[in-house]
Structures are given as C-alpha cells and as structure tokens.
C-alpha cells in the first residue's frame, strides 16, 4: 500500500497515519457501490441521463453547487484568498448569486418547460441547428479537456502535498469516477454529489474555526495581516481585507481591477454565463422533479455558495496572517506554483499559493481530521470530474451523436452510447492530463479556449428566452461574433501585451481583470451582432416558440402555495443576506 | 429522495459519517493518552475529540432516521 502511495524520493507537506488512510479507502469503497446500488436505475435515457427527472430540490441544488465545488476550486481560490486577500470572494458573491437567481427565477421555467436535455438542445429548438452545432461540439470537447487538466492540476498538488505518485493520482481517481458514473449515469453521480458536498464541509470546517480562534476572532485576523504585509512592503496591505473600498481603481488594490471589471465583466457576463449557460451546472436543475423543484435548487445552491468562503478564501486569509517558516520563526511568504513547484524551488523547501488549504489543514488537523480533509479534496476533484463526464456523455449522445451521426438512435442505443461515453470522455480526460504532463503551455491554451465561449453563450440564450424577434440567424451570427471576438482580443494580447490597456483599460490589469473585460466585451458584441442580424432576417413564428420564450410562455403561478414554500421569498432572503455581506466586509 | 429502490442519500450520508466520525473521535481519545512528539497547534483543544463526536452524532441520527424500511426520503 504505501509503495503505491509514495512517489520515489518525492518531499510531502503532510503525512498520513494508518486511521488516514483507513477514511480515503472508505470513501472511494462507499462511492463505488453507491454507483453499483444505482446501476439498476439507469436503463432508460430519461434516467442514464437525466436522473429519471425526479430529483427533489435539496439534491439538485446540492449537487448543483457541488459540480462546482472541485478541488482546484477549494485550492485554487484559498491559494488565490492568499494572493488577492479578500477581494478572491466575489468570485463566490457577485460573481455568483446575482447569476444563480437569475437562473432561479428568469430562465429556469424555459429550460424545465421545454424538456429539452441540454443546454444546446435549448439553442437547437430556439434558434435551430447551427447554433446548437456551435455549442455542443465547443462544449463537449472543452469540458473533457479542462477535466483532463483538472486531474493533472490535482495529481500535481497530490504530489507535493501527499507525495502521492502522479500516475496513481490520476488513474485511481478517474478510473473510480468512470466506474459509478457509467453505472448509474446522472443519478449516480448526482448521489455521489452531494455526498461530497457534506464531506467538504465535514473536512474544512475545521480550519477557519480553529484558525479564528488562534488569530484572536475576525479583528485579530485584520490586525495580524495588516502588520505582516506593512512588515513585507506590500502596497495597499489593507486592500486584502476589503471587497470594495479599493475598487475604484486600478493601481489600488492587489489584483489590478476596478468595479466596472467586477460588477460588468464578473458579474454580468462570466458568473451568468457560467452558471446559467454551461451544461455542467444546469444538467442538475433539469434533473429536478419538477418546475417549484427546479427553481428553489439554484436558491438553495446560492445560500450554499455565500458560505463557502468560510472553507476557502477564510483560510487563505488566515495563511496570510497565521503562517510562519517552522527553521526561521519568519513569515512564510508563498509563492506561484510554477516557482514552488520547480526542482530549485523544492529544493528550496518553498510552497506555492495552492498549498496554503492543505499547510493550514497540516497545522490543526491530527490523525484522522486530516484523512476527512484530504478526502474532502478528493471528493471535490471527483465530484468536478462526475460533472465533466456526465455532462459531455449528454451532450455528446443527444446533439452530437443522436443529432449529426445517428439521428433514428433507438433510446437503448443511446444509454450503451452515454456508458461508452462516459468511459470515453475520462479517457480524454486522462489523454489530456498525460499531454500538459509533457506541455505545460498547454493548459493556459485549453484554459482560454473554454473562457471564449461562456460569455458570448450567456448573451444568445438570454436574447433567445427574453426576446422573441431574436431570430435563428441573429443567434447564429451572434455567438458566432461573440466567440470569434474574445478569440481575437486574447491572441492580441498574447502578441503584444501592451494591448491590455485596451482590453482591459489599464496597464496595472492583471489576468483575473483581463479576463472579466475581455467577457464584457465580447458578451456585449454577442448581445449587438444578435441583434441587428435579427432585425434584418426573419424571426420563427410565434407558435413554433411557444415554450422558449418570454410571452409566449405560460409559467404555472404560485399563489396556491405559502409564501414559505415559493422560490421568489427565498430568493428574496438570499438577495437580502447577499447584500449585507457586501455591506459588512465593503 | 431515495436511491435505487429503497435506500435514501441521505442513509448513505449517515453511514459516512458516523463512520468518520467514529475512526476521528477514536484517533482523538488515542492521542489524549499518547500524545504526539510534534503536536498540531491547538492541539490542547483536541478538535479531533469533539469534531468526531459531532459528526458521528449526526451520522449516527442520520442513519437511523432515514435507515432503509421507514419510508422517509
């Protein structure tokens, strides 16, 4: 065991006790024969795919937000908290609230009343089947690319934080996450979900708990972090403790942004692209039992969301204020992975800014808490892959494979062909992990290449629903432009990165702020080319949108129901907890 | 909600973590008589005691309420 563990010769952040190990094999024991009890539930399409259509909202909604919820994300936005300071946790409240009621209360009713099974399948019955070509072949493909570089991004923190071998990392966990989701389809993975989801939270908890109670409460934290970064020469130190006092501009806070970049590019055009567009997270809502159920999930997954700053960016706060070099006694100061991960810079003992969730779970956490927490990274690297696989079995087998290839496919057929799928789009994802193994640049390319479509897609299908002239041409031509635009301003920056202070209308714009402009721009070049190119060409008839689109939709009322028990009150409450967060830590 | 024919998430949820929580409180009741060399900071705390106590609490509610057979989803 510990021989298929240990790298050769590799340095570990942590190291794990045989009650450790005992919680990891458990929970990979407990996942696959979830996947085995579900295999029987998932013979028709309508269950493989689909989970029956029966999810209530609890599950959707949890399993909505755990798709999200991978290991780089726990990672990653910790490593980022440590980077950025408090400014990382709009990505988890402007950059996603605003976005998941919308979700609830605007277009939810359009994908559930329509029955389509994806989100290009909405794309095919509003603008036709170009646009659904466009955005199913790009979705597909990214999705098991970006999952493949998830899986070597884990492999690699596996490896300096476990001293884990690489490949083991890799099959163990993709080999398990193909076994129960080619089992149970979307219901297994769905399950295993929101089991991770709890595992998450069981495992981190911990950390900004105890971490609160060492640096002296919220205050103390401010304090201790204030004096480390005054005592490093940090400029603007207090900038990491404030979402939105420093947003006014570029220069003044660490991450080289403004509001505009924030509430437009963030707000607006990634956070609702990504959480109303991208099949990964709606697949779970189209799961739901019905259209009360579909609507309260996204809510729920919101006040979810708002909370989950307390496991990620309170942790990379406190490693900004707690951590010390144990030869020294100095300030730990982390670095970039790519440093960290170096052989000089492991020869040198140093960390990268995505080791700060496990150096702090090193710190609190003994025997036993520490395999929950490291389960807990495991769970949400498996649960994010779960999401990748099972939503590109769907779209493959229902618009590319059943539209393109074999449009007669019997319903059986297309549950053996979502099984093979799923098989095949972990073994693209392994395929891809090995190519960045041997290409890192890689990655940044794939990594871009997802981001040139989410902003535009958002701006067509919020077009499609809202107006009904939006016609099958203007969908077309406008995603079209809209991808083809953020294409363009990312190579143009490549080539001449003084460019970014016309895509991102500042020199001081770091990557995060390139990326929330270059959204913005090309959501509203979506947004305009759809519109013009639909009022020169010919929209569908009303009767053929019936279903699709606003006003030409009938969505059931509630008024039969309390008011406890009605989607609007509880998004109403949401809204109400999200702006007073932002109000207390302005 | 149930899985497959009668068996609740939620059951499978409780299973695990009474499950982590049992082998955690154990680890923890271990180390309060064998402390470690190195130990973690706040170790005087011992989070591991009362973290698995909680969670196998919970585990335990969990399993039993939504145990297989009760017709609860």
Same mark, same amino acid.
């Given at each position: 065991?510990?021989?298929?563990?240990?790298?050769?010769?590799?340095?570990?952040?942590?190291?794990?006790?045989?009650?450790?190990?005992?919680?990891?094999?458990?929970?990979?024991?407990?996942?696959?024969?979830?996947?085995?009890?579900?295999?029987?539930?998932?013979?028709?399409?309508?269950?493989?795919?689909?989970?029956?259509?029966?999810?209530?909202?609890? =599950?959707?909604?949890? %399993?909505? &937000?755990?798709?999200? #919820? /991978?290991?780089? *994300?726990?990672? !990653? @936005?910790? +490593?980022?908290?440590?980077?950025?300071?408090?400014?990382?946790?709009?990505?988890?409240?402007?950059?996603?609230?605003?976005?998941?009621?919308?979700?609830?209360?605007?277009?939810?009713?359009?994908?559930?009343?329509?029955?389509?099974?994806?989100?290009?399948?909405?794309?095919?019955?509003?603008?036709?089947?170009?646009?659904?070509?466009?955005?199913?072949?790009?979705?597909?493909?990214?999705?098991?690319?970006?999952?493949?570089?998830?899986?070597?991004?884990?492999?690699?923190?596996?490896?300096?934080?476990?001293?884990?071998?690489?490949?083991?990392?890799?099959?163990?966990?993709?080999?398990?996450?193909?076994?129960?989701?080619?089992?149970?389809?979307?219901?297994?993975?769905?399950?295993?979900?929101?089991?991770?989801?709890?595992? =998450?939270?069981?495992? %981190?908890? &911990?950390?900004?708990? #105890? /971490?609160?109670? *060492?640096?002296? !409460? @919220?205050? +103390?934290?401010?304090?201790?972090?204030?004096?480390?970064?005054?005592?490093?020469?940090?400029?603007?130190?207090?900038?990491?403790?404030?979402?939105?006092?420093?947003?006014?501009?570029?220069?003044?806070?660490?991450?080289?942004?403004?509001?505009?970049?924030?509430?437009?590019?963030?707000?607006?055009?990634?956070?609702?692209?990504?959480?109303?567009?991208?099949?990964?997270?709606?697949?779970?809502?189209?799961?739901?039992?019905?259209?009360?159920?579909?609507?309260?999930?996204?809510?729920?997954?919101?006040?979810?969301?708002?909370?989950?700053?307390?496991?990620?960016?309170?942790?990379?706060?406190?490693?900004?204020?707690?951590?010390?070099?144990?030869?020294?006694?100095?300030?730990?100061?982390?670095?970039?992975?790519?440093?960290?991960?170096?052989?000089?810079?492991?020869?040198?003992?140093?960390? /990268?800014?995505? *080791?700060?969730?496990?150096?702090?779970?090193?710190?609190?956490?003994?025997?036993?808490?520490?395999?929950?927490?490291?389960?807990?990274?495991?769970?949400?690297?498996?649960?994010?892959?779960?999401?990748?696989?099972?939503?590109?079995?769907?779209?493959?087998?229902?618009?590319?494979?059943?539209?393109?290839?074999?449009?007669?496919?019997?319903?059986?057929?297309?549950?053996?062909?979502?099984?093979?799928?799923?098989?095949?789009?972990?073994?693209?994802?392994?395929?891809?992990?090995?190519?960045?193994?041997?290409?890192?640049?890689?990655?940044?390319?794939?990594?871009?290449?997802?981001?040139?479509?989410?902003?535009?897609?958002?701006?067509?299908?919020?077009?499609?629903?809202?107006?009904?002239?939006?016609?099958?041409?203007?969908?077309?031509?406008?995603?079209?432009?809209?991808?083809?635009?953020?294409?363009?301003?990312?190579?143009?920056?490549?080539?001449?990165?003084?460019?970014?202070?016309?895509?991102?209308?500042?020199?001081?714009?770091?990557?995060?702020?390139?990326?929330?402009?270059?959204?913005?721009?090309?959501?509203?070049?979506?947004?305009?080319?759809?519109?013009?190119?639909?009022?020169?060409?010919?929209?569908?008839?009303?009767?053929?949108?019936?279903?699709?689109?606003?006003?030409?939709?009938?969505?059931?009322?509630?008024?039969?129901?309390?008011?406890?028990?009605?989607?609007?009150?509880?998004?109403?409450?949401?809204?109400?907890?999200?702006?007073?967060?932002?109000?207390?830590?302005? | 909600?149930?899985?497959?024919?009668?068996?609740?998430?939620?059951?499978?949820?409780?299973?695990?973590?009474?499950?982590?929580?049992?082998?955690?409180?154990?680890?923890?009741?271990?180390?309060?008589?064998?402390?470690?060399?190195?130990?973690?900071?706040?170790?005087?705390?011992?989070?591991?005691?009362?973290?698995?106590?909680?969670?196998?609490?919970?585990?335990?509610?969990?399993?039993?309420?939504?145990?297989?057979?009760?017709?609860?989803?």
């Amino acid at each position: 065991m510990t021989l298929l563990f240990a790298s050769a010769g590799a340095s570990r952040l942590v190291h794990l006790s045989a009650v450790d190990l005992v919680i990891v094999v458990f929970y990979f024991l407990l996942v696959l024969a979830i996947g085995f009890y579900l295999k029987e539930r998932a013979n028709t399409g309508e269950d493989f795919f689909m989970a029956g259509r029966e999810m209530t909202a609890w =599950i959707a909604g949890l %399993a909505f &937000l755990s798709a999200n #919820l /991978g290991s780089l *994300e726990l990672m !990653g @936005w910790a +490593g980022n908290a440590y980077k950025y300071g408090i400014l990382a946790a709009h990505w988890y409240w402007i950059g996603a609230i605003p976005a998941m009621l919308l979700l609830a209360l605007v277009m939810v009713p359009f994908y559930h009343i329509c029955r389509t099974h994806s989100v290009p399948g909405y794309l095919k019955l509003r603008f036709g089947e170009s646009s659904r070509t466009l955005a199913s072949v790009s979705f597909a493909f990214m999705t098991v690319l970006m999952s493949g570089i998830n899986m070597y991004a884990m492999a690699v923190v596996m490896r300096v934080v476990l001293g884990w071998d690489i490949h083991f990392s890799i099959w163990v966990s993709s080999v398990t996450v193909a076994i129960y989701v080619a089992l149970g389809g979307l219901r297994s993975a769905i399950f295993n979900e929101v089991l991770q989801f709890v595992l =998450i939270w069981a495992g %981190a908890l &911990l950390i900004p708990i #105890l /971490g609160l109670i *060492e640096a002296g !409460g @919220w205050s +103390g934290l401010k304090a201790r972090i204030l004096q480390n970064l005054t005592e490093q020469h940090v400029a603007n130190p207090a900038a990491y403790t404030h979402l939105w006092s420093t947003l006014g501009d570029f220069s003044k806070n660490p991450m080289g942004i403004n509001w505009i970049g924030i509430v437009f590019g963030l707000g607006v055009f990634i956070s609702m692209g990504y959480w109303t567009t991208d099949f990964l997270v709606v697949q779970r809502i189209l799961a739901a039992k019905d259209l009360r159920s579909a609507k309260l999930a996204p809510i729920i997954g919101a006040a979810f969301k708002m909370m989950v700053p307390f496991i990620v960016i309170l942790p990379g706060l406190l490693g900004l204020a707690l951590l010390r070099d144990p030869h020294t006694g100095g300030l730990l100061r982390l670095v970039p992975g790519d440093i960290a991960w170096s052989e000089a810079g492991r020869a040198q003992g140093l960390h /990268g800014f995505d *080791e700060v969730l496990p150096l702090m779970l090193a710190r609190y956490c003994g025997p036993g808490l520490l395999g929950l927490g490291i389960t807990a990274l495991i769970a949400g690297f498996m649960s994010g892959m779960a999401g990748n696989v099972s939503a590109f079995a769907t779209v493959w087998t229902y618009d590319i494979y059943g539209a393109l290839i074999n449009k007669k496919a019997s319903d059986e057929l297309k549950v053996k062909m979502g099984r093979w799928c799923t098989l095949l789009g972990v073994g693209i994802s392994i395929g891809t992990a090995y190519l960045v193994m041997h290409a890192q640049s890689i990655m940044d390319y794939v990594q871009a290449l997802f981001s040139f479509f989410i902003a535009p897609l958002f701006a067509t299908v919020l077009l499609g629903m809202l107006w009904k002239r939006a016609s099958p041409a203007g969908g077309f031509w406008g995603l079209l432009a809209g991808t083809f635009s953020s294409v363009g301003m990312w190579a143009w920056v490549k080539v001449s990165p003084d460019a970014i202070r016309y895509v991102a209308l500042s020199s001081h714009a770091q990557d995060q702020a390139q990326n929330m402009f270059r959204a913005l721009w090309c959501g509203l070049i979506c947004g305009a080319v759809t519109i013009v190119v639909s009022l020169a060409t010919k929209p569908k008839p009303d009767a053929e949108l019936t279903g699709l689109v606003y006003g030409l939709t009938p969505i059931p009322h509630e008024e039969h129901v309390s008011v406890f028990h009605r989607p609007a009150f509880w998004a109403a409450v949401v809204g109400v907890v999200f702006v007073v967060l932002n109000i207390i830590f302005w | 909600m149930k899985a497959g024919g009668s068996i609740s998430i939620w059951f499978f949820i409780g299973i695990s973590l009474l499950v982590n929580g049992l082998l955690i409180f154990g680890a923890g009741i271990y180390e309060l008589f064998h402390p470690p060399q190195v130990p973690v900071v706040l170790f005087h705390l011992h989070a591991s005691i009362w973290w698995g106590g909680l969670l196998a609490l919970l585990g335990a509610g969990y399993s039993f309420y939504f145990a297989p057979g009760k017709g609860r989803v």
